[in-house]
């Protein structure tokens, strides 16, 4: 097991002070609604973002948001295909949230501007995707459902004069406060409306809506900020991290060949639901007699196929056919995904599309309760950097961008009614420490070999000895880019510890030396928590 990790990261002295009610990091679908919904509530309000507002994950979106919106679809079939995806790994009171807020969240969204597509009688429109009976995904502008909600979500942030937005600021850690909470958050900005520099921003309470850890991993659709800063930061700060093992491999990311690293371009699985389908090099459909769903099976149960079809034919990718939707169609329902396709030399209209499973979503993250509260006072969580109960083992196709919706809009419930006087800061006794500068290849590296689709107890194991030896060499100097590979480092050091420790294979865990589902001995969940700089991962039996 990893045990010594930093307590906090290595960075000066705060030379500037604010202070805010409330702190939201994080711009995407998740901080930005939590920001807007908290208008009016309460005095002062910050958005902190290490980037630009739009650099996030959910302007990647591209298939779309679920909700049960359709001619005869319920929230209960909704919560039914979430259930099984998750491979009996969900809080159903938390999926029974998500189902049944979920239509009137999305109906909000659209009252804030976002312009979902319609049928030609002025219906949304509506799709499906895997693991879904209905068609209940609501997507915009064909395959660009996330920018278009990302637009919509800054142009109201922008006209909320009373939002105050920090650009180019990277929160280096969570300030502890004398009654064990938090009294305020580290921050570096880039002289966008604040000082250059670490500076201290005090605060009543913070959100984190930060995004995931694709990073971790050498291939990714995640953007390049998604270096699990929020689960990182939360990590120090004494909050539960749960379910790290749960990471999902997405099906179809578009192979660019051995060494392409980083962002990999994704071909939503919505091409796969208007009838696109898997080859292997030989033509044969791949998910035949696989699922009753075929193509449109849960994600893991189509990544593991793929990928067990490349380590049997020894090829590095499958094939993606959607020819036979032809030009019109994809102009017209995939235009973003057909630009991209062609930038890198392939036309669906005419090509296969080379595909290969590449790292997608973190299912688990930052532990709370059905509002967003984690076990930090003071301290809520939402999105993608949450583990709020609703994905289990393996998150139901667009889920995600409701989870961000519904649970944010819980935050606003009960947040103002919760917020403490401005805490005093205590005495940070945590010990400090900083990745080495050339640690984020070798980890990635590391990780995608070790701890990605497929894993077992030896390759398991070498990935903790070496993430160890990884944390020992820490002692560089306190850059943003240390502090990134510090939380890429605490973060890869807990999920391959949770992953070695759940010997069975459930949803996106995949263990090929415990290939069944074992539900008298792991239907719990793994909790990792971080004590003056001791990493502990321990097993939590569900109640």
């Given amino acids: 097991m ?34 807007l919904r908290l208008r009016g509530q309460v005095e002062r309000i910050a958005v902190v973002t290490k980037d630009v507002l739009a650099a996030g994950s959910t302007q990647w979106a591209q298939g779309g948001i679920a909700a049960a919106l359709g001619d005869g679809d319920t929230p209960d079939q909704h919560e039914a295909d979430t259930l099984v995806a998750g491979a009996g790994a969900c809080d159903p009171a938390a999926v029974h949230v998500l189902v049944n807020e979920g239509p009137a969240a999305v109906q909000e969204l659209i009252e804030w501007g976002a312009l979902f597509d319609h049928d030609p009688e002025g219906n949304l429109s509506l799709t499906r995707e895997g693991g879904h009976h209905r068609d209940r995904i609501a997507h915009a502008h064909g395959d660009a459902t996330g920018a278009e909600i990302q637009r919509a979500l800054i142009e109201a942030i922008r006209r909320a004069s009373d939002i105050a937005v920090y650009e180019h600021a990277m929160v280096v850690d969570l ?13 570096h900005a ?36 998604s270096t699990a800063d929020g689960m990182a930061i939360a990590l120090r700060a004494g909050a ?33 639901g208007e009838g696109a389908f898997l080859v292997d090099w030989d033509g044969k459909r791949i998910m035949d007699g696989v699922h009753e769903l075929g193509d449109l099976a849960p994600r893991d149960i189509v990544a593991k196929a793929i990928q067990s079809a490349m380590l049997a034919s020894g090829h590095p990718n499958m094939w ?20 991209s ?15 290969a499973p590449a790292c997608h979503y973190a299912s688990g993250g930052v532990r709370t309760d059905l509002f967003g509260r984690t076990d930090v006072p003071g301290l809520y969580a939402t999105g993608e950097v949450a583990c709020s109960g609703v994905h289990g083992a393996n998150r139901l196709a667009s889920n995600s961008l409701l989870e961000g919706l519904v649970f944010s809009r819980r ?37 995608s070999a070790q701890a990605g689709v497929l894993r077992t107890a030896a390759g398991l194991s070498v990935a903790v000895d070496e993430l160890n030896e990884m944390a020992a060499e820490s002692h560089d100097v306190a850059t943003p880019t240390a502090w990134e590979n510090t939380n890429l480092l605490s973060l890869s050091a807990a999920l ?30 793994f909790d990792s928590v971080l004590r003056d700089g001791e990493l502990t991962v321990t097993y939590e039996e569900t109640r």
């Fill in 496 to 525: 391959a510890t949770a992953a070695l420790q759940r010997r069975e294979t459930r949803g996106s865990h995949w263990r090929e030396d415990f290939p069944e589902r074992d539900d008298e001995h792991w239907s719990g969940h």
């Fill in 411 to 447: 935050i606003a419930e009960v947040l103002p009614g919760e917020l403490r006087d401005l805490p005093e800061e205590t005495i940070d006794r945590r010990p400090a420490g900083i990745a080495a500068a050339d640690v984020r290849p070798r980890l990635q590296e590391l990780m």
């Fill in 190 to 225: 880039n002289g966008v409306g604040l000082p250059d520099g670490v500076g201290l921003v005090r605060t009543r309470a913070v959100i984190l809506a930060s995004g995931g850890l694709g990073q971790v991993f050498s291939q990714t659709t995640n953007p390049a900020v």
């Fill in 341 to 355: 396709c062609r930038s890198h030399g392939v036309d669906p209209v005419r090509d296969l599309i080379p595909v």
């Fill in 2 to 35: 990893v045990r010594i990790l930093p307590g906090r990261l290595v960075a000066r002295e705060p030379g500037w002070t604010e202070w805010a009610d409330v702190v939201i990091v994080g711009s995407g679908i998740a901080g930005l609604t939590a920001a």
């Fill in 175 to 187: 300030v502890p406060s004398a009654d064990g909470g938090i009294a305020g958050l580290t921050i």
């Fill in 240 to 272: 539960t991290l749960r379910d790290l093992e749960f990471v999902q491999f997405h099906p179809t990311v578009m192979y660019l060949g051995p060494d392409s690293r980083g962002q990999q371009p994704l071909i939503s699985e919505a091409v796969r």
């Fill in 320 to 339: 993606l056919d959607a020819r036979h939707l032809g030009a019109e169609f994809w102009e017209r329902r995939f235009p973003g995904i057909l630009a």
